[in-house]
Each structure stands twice: as C-alpha cells, then as structure tokens.
C-alpha cells in the first residue's frame, strides 16, 4: 500500500522547550489515523510542520511522495486542512466561501460553481447556500469548514480537533461525515481529545505525550497491548429473581470463572450469562499515558458531545 504520509525522527524546538521529540511514523494511504494525546503533548505542532506552517528542527518528512523540506509549495497544493478554529469569512456566504477558497487553490473558474453545489449538498447545507457564515450554527460552521478544505478534491485531510465544543448532534453529524470521507478513499489525520470519538473513527492510532509517540496500532491492538485487562463477567440468579453479576480479571481467568460457576451450581444458582468484556480506548489511555480522559476534556473545555453516538 502506498504511503501518504512518512515521518522519520521529526523534531521542534521552540527556543529551549522541546515541542516534538523525534517521532516516527507512517499513515497509508486510505487511512483514517488519529493522532491522541493531552494538551500540549505536541499533536498541533505535529500538524503545522506537517502542513508547512511550521519549519521542523530536525528530522525527514514526505507527505504525498514530496519532501517537505524542499516541496512545501506542491504539498499545499494537493492537502486539505481544517484547523481548530474555523478560518472562514464571517462576511461571505457559505457558496461564496466555497467559491473563494477554489479560487484560492486553483480550481477552474467554470468548475467552481457547480464543485460548490456538489460539497455544500454532501455536507447537507444547500438550503444555507446563500446564509452568511457569521449567521450559521457552530455545527454548520464546522462542516462549511470542512468542506472548504476539500474544495481542490485532495487525496489528504487533516483535521485538528474538529468537533471540539459541537453539540450532541453536530457532532454525531460531523462524525458520519469523516467517516464517508474515508469511504470515498480521502486519507485522514484527525488530532482529537475524545476518545471515543477516535474509537469509532480511526483505523490506527498515535498516542503522544510530551512530544514522545509512545503507543500506536489499531484500536485492537492498543487494547491488547496492556496487560491483564481480560475481563469476564458472569451474571447468576438464585431462581427468586434475586440476579447478581460478578466480574472476573488478572492473570487466571479461566479458572477463576471455572471456580465461580461450580459455586454457583453447587449453591443452586442459574448462570444467564458469561461475557467477555473488552477494555475501552480510555482504559487503556489510561494505563499507558497515567493520565484520565476527564483531564484531557476539561482542557477543552467539558465532556461536551463525547458522549454522543455515531
């Protein structure tokens, strides 16, 4: 599978202050990677060079095949980038802000119209084509944004903290988004604080905390790598609707549930159920980093939408 993105010991200082700290990795093309970590642990930075806001220190990127040491310009050309905050123009509606970053990207003049049309309908906001941007919904500002960064149709997106501060449901909205965009084969980097949101997303995923990656893999894979988090819950009830549910961890499992379910047999119980419970993306944040997902989210500002579907 070819590579979109290769990073080999990317480093930045900031004057004395060590933002990033040679970190490696590489992104498939297709892909939908998060990129994890709490406020400060480099995940912005990380972007910025990325995207050629920011000159690296040390170490060797190629981004879409070009080294971004020497090919910034033609990276520019073929990236889509959707920061934190909305960049859009409060006085312009949202066809027209469409229509002005094609022209910003070059698309051509007898394309931009109907390129509008199309995005603005994908991100279900035709009936706020002609709405001025500072009169939409945070939400609809979100998805506007986004769609602007795709004006030029490019291969990879990267996206800081999209759905920070959204409601429930622009949320869940911008959600399904990301995910048909990576469906339609678009490459994805997504930094962002809610854990679940990344556990629905991302394909694989980068933690990094204080400008180190110390973890990265699929989803499973996180989940596998910290030990002694099987878990097996077994649920019993003593035939007068009394129901009790036990939870078995550690090392030996097997036999501990085997021990508990000849108990219950023996105490006349009925077993209605024995499940497995896998460990969630937090949990294992949790274990690896030493820090709580409370900590990252109140960074940001509350729980907000993290708890939403989709």
């Known amino acids: 599978m070819a590579k979109a993105i290769e990073v080999d010991q990317l480093t930045k200082y900031y004057g004395g202050l060590l933002a990033v700290d040679r970190i490696s990795f590489v992104v498939e093309e297709g892909e939908l990677f998060g990129f994890l970590g709490p406020n400060g642990a480099g995940k912005t930075t990380t972007i910025r060079m ?48 469409l229509v002005f970053a094609m022209q910003l990207y070059g698309v051509p003049r007898g394309e931009r119209a109907a390129r509008a049309e199309e995005l603005l309908a994908c991100f279900r906001l035709s009936e706020k084509r002609d709405v001025l941007f500072a009169k939409l919904s945070r939400g609809m500002k979100r998805a506007l944004t986004v769609a602007a960064a795709l004006a030029h149709r490019p291969p990879l997106l990267f996206l800081d903290e999209p759905t920070t501060g959204l409601d429930v449901m622009s949320a869940r909205n911008l959600r399904q988004m990301i995910a048909g965009l990576r469906d339609q084969g678009v490459t994805i980097f997504l930094t962002t604080h809610y854990l679940e949101e990344a556990e629905r997303l991302c394909d694989r995923i980068a933690i990094i905390v204080k400008g180190r990656i110390i973890a990265l893999d699929t989803v499973d894979g996180l989940k596998a790598s910290v030990p002694g988090r099987t878990v097996v819950e077994v649920t019993l009830s003593d035939g007068n609707g009394c129901i009790e549910t036990a939870r078995f961890n550690g090392d030996d499992v097997i036999t501990a549930v085997r021990a508990a379910l000849a108990g219950a047999t023996a105490d006349g119980r009925r077993v209605l159920a024995v499940n497995t419970v896998r460990p969630t993306l937090e949990e294992v944040f949790v274990q690896l980093t030493g820090l709580s997902a409370e900590v990252m989210l109140a960074e940001k500002g509350g729980r907000g939408q993290a708890n939403a579907g989709g």
């Open 50 to 97: 990325l995207t050629g806001l920011s000159r690296p220190t040390s170490g060797h990127t190629r981004v879409l095949s070009f080294d971004l040491a020497t090919d910034v310009a033609r990276i520019k050309k073929h990236i889509g980038v959707v920061p934190e905050a909305s960049n859009l123009y409060d006085e312009l509606s949202a066809f027209d802000n």
